[in-house]
């Protein structure tokens, strides 16, 4: 099965990816994984890729659709493959599109996970992350309990990542929705869409997508 998540920042493609992988047994294609593999890493490309992602911004559709290219020729997408993050615009659908034909595959099912604005936000903003380890926390769901301000595991110092700021999160959004939404029209024509709702717990949004799956 090959497949498709869309959804906002901080709509919960992510959280919802492991648990698809695990129970259709494919892999996950996260371009910010890998973007930020690259920024860890200062490669050129996390360099490029970090200059838009600051200012919530969209990295170039030559970066991008290059990547996903050779990653879908590796091994394990043979029998499917999820993509998270990708494509975000008509034109990447398209240069998917044909690069999937060229491979003898298609894309089965896009899911769009759908949750308000104003949820995006507080979800978005209160995410911290630890200097030393990389481990993640919120100001809402998931507080340190040892010391605030302090990871649990390691005792690094919390801190905000610059695209976690409110006007660069808003920022986001309007990006996301101004070139998103054409997408999720030209997925719509296709009969391929499939639109869950985004609020409720973990295990209830997977409940709704392994629905529509089938």
Same mark, same amino acid.
């Given at each position: /099965?090959?497949? #498709?998540l869309l959804g906002p920042p901080g709509g919960g493609k992510g959280t919802q ?11 996950? #294609? +996260? ?28 990295? *170039?559709? !030559?970066?991008?659709? @290059? ?7 590796? *091994? ?14 008509v034109p990447q659908a398209e240069a998917l599109g044909k690069a999937l034909s060229?491979? @003898?595959? $298609?894309? !089965? ?6 949750? *308000? !604005?104003?949820? =995006?936000?507080?979800? =978005? ?28 595991k390691c005792g690094g110092e919390l801190y905000q990542r610059d695209d976690d700021?409110? &006007? ?10 101004? +070139?998103?939404?054409? =997408?999720?029209?030209?997925?719509? $024509?296709? @009969? =391929?869409?499939? &639109? #869950?709702?985004? /609020? @409720? +717990? ?13």
């Amino acid at each position: /099965m090959n497949i #498709i998540l869309l959804g906002p920042p901080g709509g919960g493609k992510g959280t919802q990816a492991k648990p698809l992988m695990e129970r259709y047994k494919i892999p996950q #294609i +996260s371009t910010g994984d890998i973007f930020r593999d690259n920024l860890k890493r200062g490669t050129e490309l996390g360099k490029k890729a970090k200059e838009y992602m600051d200012k919530g911004g969209l990295v *170039p559709d !030559d970066v991008v659709i @290059g990547i996903v290219r050779d990653r879908l020729k590796q *091994p394990d997408c043979a029998g499917g493959f999820m993509l998270d993050g990708f494509p975000r615009t008509v034109p990447q659908a398209e240069a998917l599109g044909k690069a999937l034909s060229e491979m @003898g595959k $298609k894309i !089965d099912h896009v899911v769009s996970i759908d949750v *308000p !604005d104003e949820e =995006l936000i507080k979800r =978005l903003t209160g995410r911290r992350t630890c200097r030393g380890c990389g481990e993640g926390y919120h100001v809402m769901f998931k507080k340190p309990q040892k010391k605030e301000g302090a990871c649990d595991k390691c005792g690094g110092e919390l801190y905000q990542r610059d695209d976690d700021n409110e &006007a660069t999160v808003r920022n986001r959004l309007d990006v996301y929705k101004q +070139s998103t939404q054409p =997408l999720i029209d030209f997925y719509q $024509k296709k @009969g =391929l869409l499939r &639109a #869950i709702n985004g /609020m @409720g +717990s973990i295990q209830d949004i997977f409940g709704r997508i392994t629905k529509v799956l089938g």
